[in-house]
């Protein structure tokens, strides 16, 4: 089993869950968090003043996958969180090491 883990722009969480399910995924979780990479946040005009957000609002997506669906799933999250710009995000994909559906008490590929 796998973990991949997605850190995207909000206004993608849309594009991103309809090209997951069409790549087969069943569910995920996701979290707004906010954060920042080499960009270390930018500057925005407000009333006239200058003032640097260092911290910009992400979406971190959360999907457990079986080894068969991780370069479909990183694939799809690739094309459909891309714009080209600075702070698409990134994707991490970790070892699960296990699974377990509390409802069910099933584990591993089946509790997914």
């Known amino acids: 089993m796998k973990m991949l883990i997605a850190i995207i722009k909000p206004f993608r969480l849309d594009a991103v869950r309809e090209a997951l399910a069409d790549a087969g995924v069943q569910g995920m979780t996701v979290t707004e968090v906010r954060g920042f990479g080499r960009q270390k946040g930018h500057t925005e005009l407000y009333r006239g003043a200058e003032y640097t957000v260092d911290l ?3 979406i971190k997506l959360e999907v457990a ?7 479909k799933a990183v694939d799809a999250i690739a094309k459909a ?7 698409d995000g990134k994707i991490f994909v970790y070892d ?6 509390i409802r069910t008490g099933e584990s591993g590929v089946d509790a997914v």
Do not use: E, F, M, S
């Open 81 to 87: 969180a891309k714009t080209g710009q600075i702070g």
């Open 96 to 101: 699960l090491n296990q699974t377990v559906r």
């Open 65 to 71: 996958l079986t080894p068969d669906q991780v370069d």
């Open 56 to 58: 910009l609002p992400k």
